[in-house]
């Protein structure tokens, strides 16, 4: 899943000082494929580096929005305008999504639907929240 939102999301050179360590942590996060997975490799995060700066907790947010995509049958997020839009791969759960959100979420196509994040557009913390929240609807 390819999640493409303006957004600091990194491991900074004062959190992780070694440029091997740092590769090897972005592969290793990469092939995160649960939530589970993502939890022990946040707690390695804080047993090995300390507190986690924004930046970092915004990119294990990241990578949970990759987590729950997948879930969904989502294959990409992106920032359009004010909308958050979602590539999806299967009309039925993206639907099933739209119906769970009041429609706020749109279907409009056979392969994107649009969501208006208009409100927490300039707030990468909001707009990572309401991306999380669209996805963990029932």
Known sequence: VNVDLPVQAYLP???VPDMRLKIDLYRRLARVASEAE???FRDELLDRFGHLPDVVARL???MRLRILAGLRQ???????????????TSR??????ARANGRKLRVVDDKHAYYDVRAVLHDQDQLLA???DVLNRD
């Open 13 to 15: 050179r004062e959190y």
């Open 38 to 40: 993502l939890d022990d």
């Open 60 to 62: 294990l947010r990241v």
């Open 74 to 88: 989502i294959s990409a997020m992106h920032l359009e305008d004010h909308y958050l839009v979602f590539t999806y």
């Open 92 to 97: 039925p759960a993206i639907e099933r999504l």
């Open 130 to 132: 309401t991306a999380e």
